[in-house]
């Protein structure tokens, strides 16, 4: 009889501890600095030996080692992240809103982070605490409905810990924060009103209870002055308004005379239009049935349901645009309110019509007509000069608007070459790239990967355009390329680089830590420029070339900074300096003592 085979240990294995730097250097008989710069790909820059780089990298490859983002965002004090709260119950589009969000993150070169509030005040107070401990670089909150004035306290105290929030609101908060209201109460007034000139005198509303919706209908309609106005509250604590719970509605003493039904959402209006047809009410002749969402359903019903116009998307969009230029700018955003309104979109279902009524023609002039004539050589003359004034009046101010236009161009491409800088930054170390000039290749194309763009098919693309008589269009297009430089020209980019970042001041140069810059928001990192022409902050505080510098935008050069904020030129510059602040007069000393 053969024995029974044993019984398997069903103890969990034992936890395997990722490889570490230390334990890479360690193996392979290096430094850590040694290590992190191979597995960074910064080894040509400093010069490591090629049979050192091919035994760290066997190292690493056999530990099965992998770079910590956390870890490097921890050093940069950035986790280029987005922290997003919203409340994404009801027919609002959720997939939508949380594919705005991740779009709006990562054309900027962020990530977000997005948690559904689902409402519940614990919930988002948890989730606040969570985004302050991962350090996102911003945030934006929904939050709506009335909010106790303790629990408002309390939001406000988790909000002052991050550096730049956007609320999304219904109702304006008195805290210190920017804020979108994002207010239904036009939508209802514009409503009430079409509902009121097509005839109708006997209003209902169907939905939950909780809503504000039932609030700003209540609040809209007690507003109304006109005689012989009915309203009947039809509100339920009901989370879903079922068909069953309509009919049971429509069937009380109170829905008898109702000839206007305003609903929570489409598909309650879809359920109410169904519901009074079958009961043998016409819509919209006998009753007017109005949605909420806007839902794209909507229109495919006989007839079609009017609606509202959420603009969620749109609110998104703006809250993530501010959240992020004030990253970038590294400015904490300004406790402004914007408001922007939900829109009453008009179908069918609504009665009545959107379109104003035709008005009467005139009637027929009992006078003679008089008889037309051409212009005398008098008004002629009149004329021509009126014109010539015109023209004297608008061509400068044409040509202004042309050139802030052109001026606002260049500083949205600073911004983006801020981003991609801060992808090099990030994945070298927090060390700047330097213009190698001895090695070939430039600042641009060091951060082209990061920038999305490629400077070799630009300048390929362009000296084949220029031989052949034709205008570069990659060239033109890309982020390298000024819109108020009209000549397109070698190197086929229109920005220089700051000249303590260029190889050729120093061919022993390091490279350059961020961290090394005493003002980052008044270093000079890019200037609007010729690539050829070079900028630099040295303690005799001039320029190179400012001729090239003030070309454009009529002497207002703009510049990206140390802290990645671009702007127009309005103030002095400051360059590196020791830990004791001072900065040394010989620039090749200087440089020296900031070697990694």
């Known amino acids: 009889m053969a024995e029974p085979s044993p019984t398997?240990?069903?103890?969990?294995?034992?936890?395997?501890?990722?490889?570490?730097?230390?334990?890479?250097?360690?193996?392979?008989?290096?430094?850590?600095?040694?290590?992190?710069?191979?597995?960074?790909?910064?080894?040509?820059?400093?010069?490591i030996a090629p049979a050192t780089q091919e035994r760290v990298l066997e190292v690493a490859s056999s530990l099965g080692y992998q770079a910590n983002p956390f870890a490097s965002s921890l050093r940069l004090r950035r986790s280029h992240s987005i922290g997003v709260i919203w409340s994404f119950g009801g027919p609002h589009g959720a997939s939508s809103l949380v594919r705005c969000?991740?779009?709006?993150?990562?054309q900027h070169g962020y990530t977000s982070t997005v948690y559904d509030s689902m409402g519940d005040p614990a919930l988002i107070a948890s989730q606040?605490?969570?985004?302050?401990?991962?350090r996102v670089d911003g945030l934006v909150i929904q939050m709506g409905g009335l909010i106790p004035q303790d629990r408002q306290r309390e939001y406000v105290a988790l909000l002052e810990k991050f550096p730049n929030v956007v609320i999304v609101t219904d109702l304006e908060w008195a805290a210190p924060f920017s804020q979108i209201i994002h207010s239904r109460v036009v939508a209802v007034e514009q409503m009430v009103a079409h509902l009121l000139a097509s005839g109708r005198r006997h209003f209902a509303f169907i939905g939950p209870s909780a809503g504000k919706k039932a609030y700003d209908v209540r609040s809209t309609i007690s507003k109304i002055t006109t005689p012989g106005i009915a309203f009947s509250d039809f509100a339920r604590n009901e989370g879903d308004i079922s068909r069953a719970l309509i009919t049971d509605i429509l069937s009380q003493p109170d829905a008898a005379g109702v000839d206007a039904i305003l609903t929570s959402t489409d598909e309650v209006a879809a359920a109410?239009?169904?519901?009074?047809?079958?009961?043998?009410?016409?819509?919209?002749?006998?009753?007017?049935?109005?949605?909420?969402?806007?839902?794209?359903?909507?229109?495919?019903?006989?007839?079609?349901?009017?609606?509202?116009?959420?603009?969620d998307t749109e609110?998104?969009?703006?809250?993530?645009?501010?959240?992020?230029?004030?990253?970038?700018?590294?400015?904490?955003?300004p406790a402004t309110v914007c408001t922007i309104p939900m829109q009453f979109i008009w179908r069918e279902s609504a009665g009545g019509s959107p379109l104003k009524t035709p008005q009467p023609a005139p009637a027929p002039s009992s006078r003679k007509p008089k008889r037309k004539s051409g212009f005398t050589f008098l008004e002629l003359l009149v004329v021509i000069a009126l014109v010539a004034v015109l023209a004297a009046i608008l061509f400068p101010t044409v040509k202004a608007v042309r050139q802030?236009?052109?001026?606002?161009?260049?500083?949205?491409?600073?911004?983006q070459i801020g981003v991609a800088f801060q992808g090099y930054v990030h994945e070298n170390n927090g060390l700047l790239p330097y213009n190698p000039v001895s090695g070939g290749g430039s600042w641009y194309m060091l951060i082209g990967p990061y920038g999305g763009f490629n400077y070799?098919?630009?300048?390929?693309?362009?000296?084949?355009?220029?031989k052949a008589g034709r205008i570069p269009t990659l060239a033109r297009k890309s982020i390298l390329h000024c819109p108020g430089e009209e000549t397109i020209r070698q190197p086929y980019a229109e920005y220089s680089i700051n000249r303590e970042l260029d190889?050729?001041?120093?061919?022993?140069?390091?490279?350059?830590?961020?961290?090394?810059?005493?003002?980052?928001?008044?270093?000079?990192?890019?200037?609007?420029?010729?690539?050829?022409?070079?900028?630099?902050?040295?303690?005799?505080?001039?320029?190179?070339?400012?001729?090239?510098?003030?070309?454009?935008?009529?002497?207002?050069?703009?510049?990206?900074y140390g802290d990645w904020h671009a702007a127009p030129y309005t103030q002095t510059f400051e360059g590196l300096s020791d830990s004791a602040g001072k900065t040394p007069a010989i620039q090749a000393l200087w440089l020296a003592r900031f070697q990694p």
Not at 128 to 134: D, F, G, N, V
Not at 538 to 548: E, I, T, Y
């Open 8 to 47: 398997p240990s069903l103890s969990p294995p034992a936890k395997r501890r990722a490889p570490t730097l230390k334990a890479v250097a360690e193996l392979a008989g290096v430094s850590m600095p040694t290590a992190s710069a191979v597995l960074n790909g910064r080894s040509q820059k400093v010069r």
């Open 101 to 106: 969000f991740s779009q709006q993150a990562m």
């Open 128 to 134: 606040l605490k969570e985004l302050a401990r991962r």
């Open 272 to 311: 109410t239009l169904h519901t009074l047809r079958a009961s043998g009410k016409r819509v919209p002749e006998d009753v007017a049935v109005i949605g909420f969402n806007n839902n794209p359903i909507s229109e495919l019903f006989e007839p079609p349901i009017a609606s509202v116009e959420r603009l």
């Open 315 to 333: 609110v998104a969009s703006l809250a993530m645009e501010q959240v992020i230029q004030s990253v970038e700018q590294g400015e904490p955003l």
């Open 404 to 415: 802030r236009t052109a001026q606002a161009g260049c500083l949205n491409n600073l911004r």
């Open 456 to 466: 070799g098919e630009i300048y390929t693309e362009a000296e084949a355009a220029i």
């Open 503 to 560: 190889e050729s001041v120093s061919k022993e140069q390091a490279f350059i830590r961020q961290t090394a810059l005493v003002s980052p928001a008044r270093y000079a990192i890019v200037a609007d420029s010729f690539a050829s022409a070079k900028i630099y902050t040295d303690s005799r505080a001039k320029m190179v070339d400012w001729n090239h510098l003030t070309r454009r935008h009529s002497g207002i050069p703009n510049f990206l």
